[in-house]
């Protein structure tokens, strides 16, 4: 009995370090576009593309948080477009490279 509820509590524990945390995730998100902007990796036009995308998953964020239960379908759809939102943003800084 003892080792069932050892397991189970560690299942739990386990379960909760996964958890996504999408606001972090923003906020370097966020910081990096900044950066690479002051640092000219970026151009106006990029970075306010990236800053409005950064707009839209915010306002998806709270619109999951909403009801105070996002489904897994939410949480998909905010990590997807946040992965998204990484690759653009590491696009648009090799785009000015010369080689």
């Known amino acids: 009995m003892k080792s069932f509820l050892v397991a189970s509590v560690l299942m739990?524990?386990?379960?909760?370090?996964?958890?996504?945390?999408?606001?972090?995730?923003?906020?370097?998100?966020?910081e990096q576009i900044e950066s690479a902007?002051?640092?000219?990796?970026?151009?106006?036009?990029?970075?306010?593309?990236?800053m409005r995308e950064q707009d839209l998953i915010k306002a998806a964020l709270e619109k999951a948080k909403a009801d105070d239960v996002m489904t897994s379908d939410e949480k998909n759809r905010i990590n997807s477009r946040i992965?998204?939102?990484k690759k653009r943003l590491a696009k648009y800084k090799t785009n000015r490279e010369v080689y």
């Open 83 to 85: 992965i998204r939102s």
């Open 37 to 50: 902007y002051k640092d000219k990796k970026v151009t106006m036009v990029e970075y306010g593309k990236l």
């Open 12 to 30: 739990l524990s386990g379960a909760a370090v996964y958890a996504q945390d999408f606001e972090s995730d923003l906020k370097k998100m966020n």
